[in-house]
């Protein structure tokens, strides 16, 4: 393994299990009209599919005539949807969404034959992500018939200090959202082995930054192993990062230098067709930090 390899798997494995028990930051409750309209879709999740009338304004503290109002016309675009007994689901206007995103996202498109090419070359699940806010968001997957339970799948978030497909992105950010972000999160960052005060957290992502890539273990899923390098716009802004993922028992280490090359040949190819397919990515992630 080349003394940059291992540099950057020491980048990825300081994470204390600590770490691991770290959630994505919840975004602050809206305070106007508009945002807590949306706020509402915000509540369905797989735990809680289905919502009642009363539920959904109870959890907003509105008066009932602006609840009644924000769900009638979320019901009425069809991004909610009315079942028995005065419940509502998600509604089929979000499947139309994600239809159209699928079809013309330039990074969900840029990504699908270089995801079938990166897990042909490699043997394990390959996975495309993008900067959301203060997270990462999977937006594409390719999985092997060997991939681990519970992996990294589309729609899913995670935070941004951990995970490799996370923490490759950070060296990336402007100076300005790095000390924002250190500002917020100094703990969680000590406990992700990323750096007990500023000077080691810079000092971290020069390293990953000169080495490209990044290799975690287990701190999602124990015993999964994670190896992601950054994705660019043309004017070479970070937007998010490929890798692949694999159960620790099925990688042979001794190839990480051969699958690290394979993920960063493939981080250079995404950019490349971004850069060509639209220049709708050229806007830097403001919102960090």
């Known amino acids: 393994m080349s003394k940059a390899n291992k540099r950057a798997v020491a980048a990825g494995q300081r994470a204390t299990p600590r770490a691991r028990k770290s959630s994505t930051r919840k975004a602050p409750a809206p305070s ?3 945002g807590r309209l949306l706020g509402l879709l915000d509540l369905f999740t797989p735990a809680a599919p289905a919502w009642s009338t009363d539920a959904l304004i109870r959890s907003h503290a509105m008066s009932r005539s602006s609840g009644y109002r924000y769900i009638k016309a979320l ?3 069809g991004l909610l949807s009315a079942v028995s007994n005065g419940y509502y689901i998600l509604g089929p206007r979000i499947i139309e969404l994600d239809r159209q995103i699928r079809q013309c996202d330039p990074i969900y498109v840029a990504g699908g034959p270089v995801l079938k090419q990166l897990v042909t070359a490699t043997g394990h699940s390959a996975l495309m992500c993008a900067l959301f806010r203060d997270s990462v968001l999977c937006i594409r997957e390719e999985l092997t018939k060997n ?4 992996i990294f799948t589309r729609g899913q978030r995670r935070p941004l200090f951990q995970g490799a497909a996370s923490k490759i992105i950070l060296p990336y950010l402007r100076p300005h959202q790095l000390r924002s972000l250190y500002a917020k999160h100094a703990k969680t960052i000590a406990t992700s082995g990323l750096g007990s005060d500023w000077a080691s957290f810079r000092a971290t ?3 990953i930054r000169r080495d490209g890539f990044v290799m975690t273990v287990g701190e999602f899923n124990p015993g999964v192993i994670g ?3 950054p994705i660019f716009n043309r004017t070479r802004h970070i937007l998010g990062s490929i890798g692949i993922t694999a159960n620790e028992e099925n990688f042979n280490r001794r190839e990480l230098d051969r699958i690290a090359a394979f993920v960063s040949k493939a981080a250079r190819q995404v950019t490349e067709q971004i850069s060509v397919i ?4 050229d806007r830097p992630p403001r919102a960090v930090g």
């Open 205 to 207: 992502l020069a390293k």
């Open 32 to 34: 106007n009209s508009l």
């Open 278 to 281: 639209s220049s709708g990515t």
């Open 227 to 229: 190896i992601s390098a």
């Open 147 to 150: 991939s681990p339970p519970n």
């Open 75 to 77: 019901n009425d675009v």
